[in-house]
């Protein structure tokens, strides 16, 4: 790759939604380097920085994105990262508990770090998703697309930002990817995986549902904006997801 072509890329995402598995795919794939905290945490708020602020609303940037799950996906996930790795989040360990209580999350890697609450991991997804997709310089992608059609997924995303594509066969990580920070030094397939096997299955085929009940599905939805819903292009799958799971 030429310096010279890398164009940089900022990417936002909810906490657990694959930003990982992004990143790898654009940068091993496409001429661009792909920043995870330009506007601050990549998990966290864009800012709102006013005129007359001390603040100045200058990020190193030419394109940018963020991706997301689909919430029942996202919060099997949070819950998962909760009980095992135990890291960034205040929540209760109990599923059905976990779904209706209150969320804290912050950055356990900096002893400064001020915490984010909100009344649900339900109401994480909304607030964080309408944040991000509210600005105008963000192209939007869904990690379950990434899964699924990963190669045509990218290519589209990487259309939308303006990308040029690499001379070589396209790139998709096999094994789970690792947690990349900006000051990591990546080159190889294997910088961005880990050892571990990736169970594409549990997206693909939303074993992840298998965590829900009807009354913790009816629980969801009763805090989803169903505004942000439609406007991220998840309307049809979660009417399925809630069909699936309600007829078993």
Known sequence: MK??????????????????????LLEQNYECVVKNNV?????????????????????DYEKAFFITKNPFSLLSSL????????????????????????????????PNSPQL?????????????????????????????????????????????????????????????????DAESLSTKSDYQTSESFDKDSYVKHEYMSMFDNDDIKCVLSQLDKELVQALGYDELIEELCSIEQSD
């Open 3 to 24: 310096n010279d072509k890398m164009q940089k890329v900022a990417m936002m995402g909810c906490f657990r939604s694959g930003t990982n598995f992004a990143k790898a």
């Open 39 to 59: 506007f601050g945490w990549k998990h966290g708020f864009l800012p709102i920085i006013s005129s007359d602020s001390n603040a100045e609303y200058r990020f």
């Open 79 to 110: 819950f998962k990262y909760r009980t095992e790795v135990q890291r960034n989040l205040i929540a209760p360990t109990d599923f059905k508990s976990f779904i209706r209580s209150k969320l804290i999350v912050f950055d356990q890697g900096n």
């Open 117 to 181: 609450r909100f009344s649900s991991p339900t109401d994480f997804w909304n607030a964080m998703n309408w944040n991000y997709l509210s600005h105008k310089d963000f192209q939007h992608v869904r990690y379950e697309r990434l899964v699924e059609e990963p190669e045509l997924i990218t290519q589209r995303l990487a259309n939308k930002l303006g990308l040029a594509r690499v001379d070589r066969a396209f790139f998709v990580p096999e094994k789970k990817v690792k947690r990349i920070n």
